[in-house]
């Protein structure tokens, strides 16, 4: 009777809340207000998924009052700088776990923490990520895994979060590419080296954010001693190796962009080596005329050869023909 009189009510979102629905046995019944999640996911094989995007202060105290959330998790979840982490409350778990997008070509993280307990399961999102909605829907199709409640909702926002770290990398993993064949070519311009360096610092920033989830995954995988569905540790199991995979795409790029970087640095030293020493072959090619103009330039009045009637061809000749061994010489040895 109370599945049917709340199907009656039409369910407006409120400011912070982007869904609140209740389940039973895998089957949505219907939207709930946040007033009514506690008395929901009391019921049993009931679940109450709701999922909040920056909600203010007051509407966590809501929250917290119908689910009876530990006070020390809404203060983290209050503030949108935390490092990936799973605590333990009793029989709830508080998780926190780093999402990531590019925008404006430079990664934009953000943060989704997850309050999962008997009965409920509350995500609250900060900074860029990606809605939940595709992983709604991808569990409501499947009520048949969707039954094992809260710990299955778990794992499917994980997976989520850590599957949309491939697009961010596959893009990196394209203009990497784009970098390295221009350094392979010819060395980088300054704007380029900027990219270069930018580039570095958000795949650092990415690894930070992306290694304590290891942890946090490995702790799920191996749940002796948190209240998980021992059904369900093959999925986290695998959303680890999904990490693990991230991270070594990661240290790929990273290991690539060090190769660039030092690539470019070699080919810019190699092209002023290869000025430098064309540089130093005209220089050399012109110190002979050089020479002999300022010895002939200087106004002695005794001097050899000063009278003779071919002096001056024979002279010229000579700058000639010393410039040009010297020239084909240069060239022989690649200097110019």
Not at 41 to 48: A, E, F, I, M, N
Not at 241 to 253: C, F, G, P, T
Request: charged share 25%.
């Amino acid at each position: 009777m109370d599945a049917m009189t709340n199907r009656s009510k039409i369910t407006v979102p409120e400011p912070g809340v982007v869904a609140s629905s209740v389940y039973a046995f895998g089957k949505k019944i219907d939207d709930v207000r946040i007033e009514e999640a506690g008395k929901w996911s009391s019921k049993d094989g009931h679940v109450v998924w709701i999922g909040l995007l920056e909600p203010g202060a007051d509407l966590l105290a809501r929250v917290q009052d119908q689910l009876g959330l530990h006070p020390m998790a809404i203060e983290d979840a209050e503030k949108a700088h935390q490092y990936p982490k799973i605590e333990q409350y009793g029989d709830s778990l508080f998780v926190v776990a780093r999402t990531a997008q590019l925008m404006d070509g430079h990664i934009a993280f953000g943060e989704t923490h997850i309050f999962i307990g008997h009965g409920y399961v509350v995500s609250v999102r900060h900074g860029a990520s990606t809605s939940h909605a595709p992983v709604r829907e991808r569990c409501e199709s499947c009520p048949t895994v969707l039954k094992h409640g809260e710990d299955y909702i778990l794992y499917a926002i994980l997976d989520f979060i850590v599957d949309n770290y491939s697009p961010v990398i596959e893009t990196i993993w394209t203009e990497v590419d784009a970098l390295e064949a221009i350094v392979l070519n010819k060395p980088l311009r300054t704007a380029q080296f900027e990219r270069l360096y930018k580039l570095r610092r958000d795949l650092l920033r990415l690894r930070r954010a992306i290694g304590p989830l290891a942890e946090v995954c490995r702790r799920l995988e191996h749940a002796e001693s948190l209240s998980i569905d021992a059904e369900m540790l093959p999925l986290f199991r695998d959303v680890s190796d999904h990490v693990k995979r991230a991270q070594e795409e990661i240290d790929s790029l990273r290991e690539v962009l060090a190769f660039a970087f030092e690539a470019s640095l070699m080919s810019g030293q190699t092209q002023q080596t290869e000025i430098t020493r064309r540089l130093a072959a005209w220089a050399a090619i012109l110190a002979v005329p050089t020479a002999v103009a300022g010895i002939y330039g200087m106004n002695f009045e005794h001097m050899p050869e000063l009278k003779w009637e071919y002096g001056y061809y024979i002279v010229v000749a000579g700058i000639v023909s010393a410039c040009s061994v010297l020239y084909f010489r240069f060239r022989h040895y690649g200097w110019l």
